[in-house]
């Protein structure tokens, strides 16, 4: 069928006004007048509706149109005319249209609000409505922008595998993949579970996190990034935080911290303003429906210098004001989000790295620092969320590493490729994580995971 | 540390000849000529080695450098030197030559061929050598390519769930994913498995295909796209098949099978163009030492108008010469790889799509014909591999689908959501699916998966 979108009625209004076009998409609103009447027809497209001007002299199923309900498909054969003085730029006065797929009465989306919680009840209906079309359509932005950024800079994108049977990145929070019945699962002469009969032969798990198979790959081709999914089994139910969730790791060889903030903040801004001039109509509702201040945040983040602060410092600065907090800061503990959120909010007013944590609260690939107490470690933090990102330097000396795997009373064995790494041309290198649905909330102000994923997975929730 | 990659050193030659520059990477090759030498430098930026010259003359630590094993980790600063009438156009004339990380003599890639086999021991090691680096490199473009050509033409990206409770796409050959503890499952009181303490209350499994949560996408969007890991837990141990692999899966509103099957054939031309312009020295590579017929090949399927032919015709195509075969073709029967390979290299001699399977051999979604047997269903074949896509357009039509479901022993209840989309505007839609990494091998004549997926999963297999 020869047609064209609404997008493209949009960007080449110029060259349609005047000419007859077919259009395919599905009834947000049918408005009846009796002898004429409008549809506001979207077809997913773009964010903009298109306004359908039907006649009653000039359609013959005029009542079987004006009777169709909302979520009705149609196909519309009609003129564009470009209306400047009107609200909105064109419209399609139609000369025909046909009914694709009735919509039943009961249909959900009725012309109205309608809550998040009741829509995540209807999550295969309710990217037809406004607020999950700009955020899904952001989200797909969002994550070609990220593409592009990395490959533009010659980076190699690494599928990492998703279900691993190392437990490097620290067990007990994964979720376990077998073909095991367990409805009769086989087991040892002691007991204990038989893996050999499961399908890898071994205990497997999904990942959560790609970031020690990066660096394989980061030895390689100097600059790596994965992209894909991840998984917590974490047992709690929180506003940002999903069962499963999609993951961008970069590691870069020859890198050091600075390397890493650097990259990590044009990328940031990168992906601002290529979300901004994408879906320019998409972060205009957010700014207007979902969070005022919006666009100005984003504006502000992608033209600030990003600051940095030492952990050591930023404690100093969060202890004059502890009495703010509900959980007091001193040198060793972790950071919280509302100290996160007040160094950047408060005290710096844009985003900010903080670097060089202790140890203790790091994981144990992280540069050792010459101070014996802190490692080569940095979270950004931005207005808004807390953190975003974190990362660090890599510990790339064979004897520091190890020594840091006995210490925490793990064996180096079970890393013996991740040492091979420092065995065979180690070099310094660097890299971080950001999670990609914090991101997509960062940029459309939506404060719940649940409504940035498609068909969100939590505790109890494995639906659609 | 301001330094340019080995990819900026040739892309910008005209510029760098004469400059003096850093340059960091891994000696691929050392040769020592007691008072001269030469390295060959590999950074990962690009196919392409750096030659680095190296004179006792110039570098007071030339033993300690000449005396490095391969695979050692360099930094080099020297002068750009164009070699118009070298075999290679350029060298760098090293005026101090840093070891950053030495390599172990026991360093298992040696200079000279190792077995595929063996380095599928040394995954982490691997991506250093010419064979891994140009496909890794590849497969990154590709994914690029694939990406850009949706993202271009107004597809909005979705990333369907990993983990999914309902098994709509037939179970059995999928992996569970769990919390539960193996060695002591909870148990209801008829003994069966008490899945209501499992993480999301019910028993959940891997994906297979993200194509019915898509098409909930593209009922909103208009054309969407997937493109993330699937899993099978088939127990087959063959060239071609691994238990984790990505797939990318378009769906298309408004759209019949023959806009499928033009989307397919226009994406696999722009990828192959894609990958032969961003890759050339790879698919050299690959042309030289891996198939010698292979760029001719790409030309070809870039260049040719794809075949299509109706499964009917194919068959009475085939049963004339089926005691070619090992499995003889009827009517109703399923075509194996030596059938599709026969059709598209010796009786179209180019890429083909076969339409309108029997309804018996494909899956309930797809579109019925009139003709009460058929399906509008068309696999693409192309010439050294068969099946690369399969695809059909979908049934739009409510009662159709639900007969069909309870023809083959389902519950049209279990997919009440999937029903919906045919109850609230449904329309003629039509998607197909690709795994990646059976393109990936067509694009480089790779002819094992284990060989173009970093850490392929396989039975018995998870390491690393």
Request: aromatic share 14%; net charge neutral; glycine share 6%.
């Given at each position: 069928?020869?047609?064209?979108?609404?997008?493209?009625?949009?960007?080449?209004?110029?060259?349609?006004?005047?000419?007859?076009?077919?259009?395919?998409?599905?009834?947000?609103?049918?408005?009846?007048?009796?002898?004429?009447?409008?549809?506001?027809?979207?077809d997913g497209s773009c964010f903009k509706n298109l306004q359908v001007v039907m006649d009653a002299n000039v359609l013959d199923n005029y009542k079987e149109i004006a009777g169709q309900n909302v979520g009705a498909a149609l196909i519309v054969r009609g003129q564009v005319v470009l209306t400047p003085e009107a609200k909105q730029p064109l419209e399609v006065k139609a000369a025909s249209i046909q009914v694709e797929g009735v919509s039943a009465p009961?249909?959900?989306?009725?012309?109205?609000?309608?809550?998040?919680?009741?829509?995540?009840?209807?999550?295969?209906?309710?990217?037809?409505?406004?607020?999950?079309?700009?955020?899904?359509?952001?989200?797909?932005?969002?994550?070609?922008?990220?593409?592009?950024?990395?490959?533009?800079?010659?980076?190699?994108?690494?599928?990492?595998?998703?279900i691993t049977a190392s437990d490097c990145e620290g067990a007990g929070e994964m979720f376990q993949v077998t073909t095991?019945?367990?409805?009769?699962?086989?087991?040892?002469?002691?007991?204990?579970?038989?893996?050999?009969?499961?399908?890898?032969?071994?205990?497997?798990?999904?990942?959560?996190?790609?970031?020690?198979?990066?660096?394989?790959?980061?030895?390689?081709?100097?600059?790596?990034?994965?992209?894909?999914?991840?998984?917590?089994?974490?047992?709690s139910n929180t506003q940002r935080h999903a069962a499963e969730f999609w993951m961008i790791e970069p590691e870069m060889a020859f890198a050091d911290l600075n390397d890493y903030m650097d990259n990590a903040e044009a990328m940031i801004k990168y992906v601002i303003r290529y979300v901004m001039s994408h879906c320019p109509?998409?972060?205009?509702?957010?700014?207007?429906?979902?969070?005022?201040?919006?666009?100005?945040?984003?504006?502000?983040?992608?033209?600030s210098e990003f600051g940095?602060?030492?952990?050591?410092?930023?404690?100093?600065?969060?202890?004059?004001?502890?009495?703010?907090?509900?959980?007091?800061?001193?040198?060793?503990t972790d950071l919280q989000t509302e100290h996160e959120r007040?160094?950047?909010?408060?005290?710096?007013?844009?985003?900010?790295?903080?670097?060089?944590?202790?140890?203790?609260i790091k994981a144990f690939y992280m540069r050792q620092n010459d101070d014996g107490k802190t490692v080569a470690a940095a979270d950004c933090l931005v207005p808004g969320i807390g953190e975003l990102i974190g990362g660090s330097q890599r510990e790339e000396r064979l004897e520091l590493l190890e020594g840091r795997i006995r210490e925490l009373g793990m064996d180096p064995k079970d890393y013996?490729?991740?040492?091979?790494?420092?065995?065979?041309?180690?070099?310094?290198?660097?890299?971080?994580?950001?999670?990609?649905?914090?991101?997509?909330?960062?940029?459309?102000?939506?404060?719940?995971?649940?409504?940035?994923e498609l068909h969100p997975?939590?505790?109890?929730?494995a639906e659609f």
């Open positions: 069928m020869e047609r064209v979108t609404v997008a493209a009625i949009f960007a080449d209004q110029e060259k349609l006004g005047g000419q007859t076009v077919t259009v395919c998409g599905w009834a947000r609103t049918i408005r009846d007048m009796k002898t004429f009447g409008f549809i506001e027809l979207n009961d249909y959900p989306l009725q012309k109205k609000r309608h809550s998040v919680e009741f829509l995540r009840t209807i999550q295969h209906l309710r990217p037809r409505t406004n607020l999950f079309s700009a955020a899904f359509r952001v989200r797909s932005a969002t994550a070609h922008a990220i593409h592009c950024f990395f490959q533009d800079r010659g980076f190699v994108y690494v599928h990492t595998p998703i095991l019945d367990l409805e009769n699962v086989p087991r040892n002469e002691d007991g204990t579970v038989d893996y050999t009969q499961d399908f890898f032969g071994k205990r497997a798990n999904l990942t959560v996190s790609g970031q020690l198979n990066c660096e394989n790959f980061a030895m390689a081709f100097g600059n790596v990034y994965t992209f894909g999914p991840t998984f917590r089994a974490e047992n109509d998409e972060i205009d509702f957010f700014n207007s429906f979902v969070d005022k201040g919006l666009k100005e945040r984003l504006e502000h983040v992608a033209n940095r602060v030492s952990y050591t410092e930023a404690v100093e600065i969060l202890k004059k004001v502890n009495d703010q907090f509900d959980f007091k800061v001193e040198w060793g007040y160094l950047t909010e408060q005290v710096f007013k844009r985003p900010v790295f903080v670097t060089d944590y202790p140890k203790e013996w490729w991740y040492c091979d790494l420092r065995r065979y041309g180690s070099c310094r290198h660097a890299g971080y994580g950001m999670g990609f649905e914090r991101m997509v909330m960062y940029l459309t102000g939506i404060n719940n995971i649940r409504d940035v997975r939590t505790v109890g929730n």
